[in-house]
C-alpha cells in the first residue's frame, strides 16, 4: 500500500484537469475516471476503499446509461485498447452480486444493474457474492469474478461544476476580471448579475489571497480592482458585504495609510511602492475595474 500512496501522491502534483480534480481523467461524455492500470491490483473491496479514499464521493466506475457505458468502453478501447497493458485481463466496475442470485446492484446507490455489456453466457461464477469486471480481450464487455481476485481498478468521481463562460476557474472558486471601470457600489450590483449569488470577491484566508494574487498577475494588466470589503460607519474597520463578518486576514501595501472617512472600500492596488495587487482603500465613489467571484455550484 506504501508504493500506491506514493504513486497516488505523485499523480496528483503533476496532473492539471480542470473539469475533473486531478487524476482523474474526464471521458468524451464528462465522466471522471482514475486508471492505474497494472501499477496497482486490489480485490473489489480494496478497490472501493481506494476510490472512496481518493475522493469521499469516489467509486468503482457504474454506469446508469447506455450513453454513460458507451462512453467509458469507447474511451477504454481508444486510449487502453491494447490488452498487453493488461496483464491481468482488466478492471473491476462498481456492480457486486446480490447473495447467489446472479442478480447485480451498484453498489454506490444499492440500484439493479439495468444497462450491462455481459459476454455471452455472463453473469455464471458459481460463487456468492461476485463483482464485475471489464474485459480487455473482448472489446471491455464484462465478467463476473470472485471479489478477492485481484485486479486493476477503474475509479471515478462526479465532475467538478464548471464556471460560466465569463468566468475563470481558480481552485475551488470562478473568478470575474472587468474589463471598464466603476464606482464600487455598480462594481457589486454588477458581479450581481453576472452570476447567480456573484459578488466582488471576498478573501476571508492567506490561501485564497495568494491564489487570487497569482491569477489577477496573470490577468490584471495593472488594473486596479473592487473587491468586497467595505466600511460601515467606522473608520478602519471593515466587513464583507455578503456575510457582514469582519476582515481578519488581510493583505494592506507596505506603506498603507487608512484614508480619512468612515464609508471606504477596499481595493487591489496594481503597484504601490513595488507592491502587486496589495490593499489599499478609497472612498467608494472612486472608479477601479470589478472583480468577481462565484460559487461554480450555484452556477451548474
Partial sequence: MSLFLFFILAIFSSANAKTCNHPFEETPGGKCLFNPMEVLRVTWDEGQRICRWMNENGHLVEFQSYEELQ?????????YGSCSHWPSGGV?????????SNEFIWQSTNSTVVVANWIQGQPNSPTSG???MMSCEFAFGWFDKERDDVLPILCEIPPRAKCPPAFTPVGETCYYLGDTTTNWENAQEFCSILAP???????ETLEEIYALTEFIISNGNDR????????RGRDDEYEWASSGRPVLVTNWHNAYDPDPGT???IYLSSGIGGSKYRWNDAPRNSSYYELC????????
Fill in 71 to 79: 462512453d467509458v468502453t469507447g474511451y477504454l478501447n481508444e486510449h
Fill in 92 to 100: 473491476w466496475i462498481g456492480a457486486v452480486e446480490v447473495a447467489d
Fill in 130 to 132: 461476485d463483482a464485475a
Fill in 197 to 203: 449569488h456573484g459578488k466582488l470577491v471576498e478573501l
Fill in 224 to 231: 486596479h480592482c473592487w473587491i468586497g470589503a467595505e466600511e
Fill in 263 to 265: 464609508d471606504d472600500a
Fill in 293 to 300: 467571484e462565484a460559487d461554480p455550484a450555484d452556477l451548474s
